[in-house]
């Protein structure tokens, strides 16, 4: 559970008034280049680039909005930005400059509430909920801290103030740049109706495609699903988007982002050649990691099998699936397929397991039985659910009975 919650369920403060909105989300913007342009005032109004220089491997870390204007994004390879932008400045990374302002900006920030969560370097949640004996309502507090940040150090920020967490950050992220925007408590939907589904935090490529699919692309489209439809179609994290799209947060379910990849390790305590062992390790590991793809309501292209031996040799191989599946038999046999194929029958230090490729597409039906498929994904997600009940450590498939504890 977060911080603030947790705070919130334990605090001797006055409760709020029902869904009051004093959750406050402060986020900088464009972060290293703005402490950049604090030493480099004539940069300003330029397209800037924090990351290296452009003919180096290593990729953006944060651009200017100018440079944002051509395309250029965090993550993009460096030499990728400066064909975009030729023009633009480029400089290398101080991570240490960055953290003490990150810093300075933290103290400012607990003046103004007791309870303060760093999200990230420049980003942060606040419950101003109790503060108004010292900053006023939370909407005039939101304002002041506003006001302190840059008089204090010269940085934009943009601040989102509402009732939840979600449609707080959704706020300040519609802020941008160095704005403040109030969402009314119970204004979360229709504040959110309009924006397009990606705007949602946790929700990623993937969960965007297969909803275009259904001919969804906006959070008020989103929100018109019922919860039965969206379970049916995405397991877990439908639950999850169906609170999502009304702006509540979902922290209390198990999934609360698009998962970028799924992997489960098993190191031992001495390493072992005991086939039987190493049999029963994977089986353990591919349900571990099957039932966290299902939660997500995903299917996987491609398995990943690490073998590292003694000495810390390590070897990786990558199998593509012919069709997705989100089905432990089905992935197992081909990560068995896998370790047979490469492991050299040497003592083992690790087995790793992981899944990519990730698709929410329905797979593909077995031609001679349509309903099969259908039948072992509702029998997977029903041990899921007795796993959620009563532990991973009781509910296995045959053959990793005997090894683990759970
Ligand atoms: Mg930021």
Redesign the pocket.
Known sequence: MPKLAQFRSASSLPAPAPSAASILHV?????FVSVELLERPELRGKPVIVGGWPEDRGVVSAASYEARKFGIGSAMPLRTAARLCPAAVFLPVRHDLYVEYSDRIAAILERFSPVVEMA?I??AYLDLAGTERLHGPPLAAAQKLHHAIVRETGLP?SLGLASTRLAAKVASDQAKPHGLLWIPAGAEESFLAPLGVRRIPGIGKVTEAALASLGIRTVGQLAALSAEQLERRFGRWGEALYRKARGQDAYEFVVDAEPKSISHNRTFAADTSDRERLGSTLSWLCQKAGKRLRDAGLRARTVTLTLRYAGFQTVTRAKTLREPSSLDDVLLAELRALFDAHWTRKPLRLVGVALGGFTHAPPQPDLLDPARDEKRESLARAADRLRDRYGFGKIRLGGSLSDHEG
């Not at 986020?27 to 972060?31: K, L, Q, V």
């Open positions: 986020d900088m913007d464009a972060f990230s420049d980003e920020g």
